[in-house]
């Protein structure tokens, strides 16, 4: 069983950017598709950038975050990151790491393809 931990959340001014951490266990960030996920107050848990398996490593990103947000992964580190710039308060809410089962080229956005998630860590953006 793969497990995923995050850091790196904290509470931000408007404009400021973070890095969120996921460090990964049992399983290897290239070997398979990776995720952020946010779920902020009283919405639906949301897909917000991805990256594919393999060496190339195909990003996608949710239009919030396009140009925004920058997924990256250190394989000798295992681990998955995320940077965030420019936030906005908009952008408040638990951020997920997720990582497939199985190798995946061409990553997607949504919950249902991904298998194993951290416990998450919070960001929050004051205005």
């Known amino acids: 069983q793969a497990q995923l931990v995050e850091s790196g959340g904290a509470s931000v001014q408007a404009g400021g950017s973070l890095r969120l951490s996921c460090s990964v266990s049992?399983?290897?960030?290239?070997?398979?598709?990776m995720a952020w996920f946010r779920q902020r107050p009283g919405e639906e848990r949301e897909g917000i950038a991805a990256?594919?398996?393999?060496?190339?490593?195909?990003?996608v990103y949710a239009d919030s975050v396009k140009g925004r947000f920058t997924i990256s992964r250190d394989m000798y580190k295992n681990s998955l990151y995320l940077q965030l710039s420019s936030l906005q308060p908009e952008d408040t809410a638990m951020y997920y790491c997720?990582?497939?089962?199985?190798?995946?080229?061409?990553?997607?956005?949504?919950?249902?393809?991904?298998?194993?998630w951290g416990q998450g860590t919070q960001v929050n953006v004051a205005s």
């Open positions: 049992r399983l290897t960030v290239t070997g398979t598709a």
């Open positions: 997720a990582a497939a089962q199985r190798w995946r080229v061409v990553p997607g956005l949504y919950d249902f393809e991904y298998d194993y």
């Open positions: 990256m594919g398996s393999g060496s190339t490593g195909t990003t």
